[in-house]
Nanobody
Framework: QVHLVESGGGSVQAGGSLRLSCAQSGYTKRAYCMAWFRQAPGKEREGVASIWRDGGRTYYADSVKGRFAISRDNVQNILYLQMDNLKPEDTAMYYC?????????????????WGQGTQVIVSS
């Protein structure tokens, strides 16, 4: 089991940028498959981006392709989400998640370990 703590959320105007971080602690002997999810008020949680253990493959939801970039530092055990050209519809609570052996998925049911979330608000 791993412990995940997100940071970096905040309030920005449309067109702005934010960089989210997710620090991993606990079991770190083997890198986990990881992802970012988000949930807006009144909506279901949706997958935003996922990344393989070595960072070699990444997957994105269509809504964020070309604007968001997921990356990881396996030495520092930190997951990142660079968000550029933010839109009001990106407003949500953002969560990082980890799973031992299902890389690439954007289905929240595949992930067993979750952070507490960080709030992103984008104003028009």
């Amino acid at each position: 089991q791993v412990h995940l703590v997100e940071s970096g959320g905040g309030s920005v105007q449309a067109g702005g940028s934010l960089r989210l971080s997710c620090a991993q602690s606990g079991y770190t002997k083997r890198a986990y498959c990881m992802a970012w999810f988000r949930q807006a008020p009144g909506k279901e949680r949706e997958g935003v981006a996922s990344i393989w253990r070595d960072g070699g493959r990444t997957y994105y939801a269509d809504s964020v392709k070309g604007r968001f970039a997921i990356s990881r530092d396996n030495v520092q055990n930190i997951l990142y989400l660079q968000m550029d050209n933010l839109k009001p519809e990106d407003t949500a609570m953002y969560y990082c998640a980890a799973v031992a052996n299902v890389c690439g998925s954007l289905k929240d049911s595949e992930y067993g370990d979750w952070g507490q979330g960080t709030q992103v608000i984008v104003s028009s």
